[in-house]
């Protein structure tokens, strides 16, 4: 595992309110969220990223507005074709 370091000065820790825990967690969760919004990671991917379970990020993402199945109409009507072709 390759291992990053970000310097942050405590001014900012201060001025954010934040303990270095708590940016860390911030920092990753945005970045996962953008990365899973992008494509780029996914659910369990980006869960693991931030280091909660795959229903915490789902619930992240919720209340982030970002959708966790993005289906367009047509896929949906296939998925469903294929669904009721089975039955």
Known sequence: MTQVTIPVSNS???S???GAEEV?????KEFALK???DGKLTVAQAANFCEVTVYDFISIASQAGIP???YSIEEVD??????NANN
Not at 24 to 28: A, C, D, E, L, T
């Open 35 to 37: 990365s899973f919004k």
């Open 16 to 18: 954010l309110n934040m």
């Open 78 to 83: 296939g998925e469903l074709a294929l669904l």
């Open 24 to 28: 860390v967690f911030s920092m990753r």
């Open 68 to 70: 966790i199945i993005d």
């Open 12 to 14: 900012i820790l201060t």
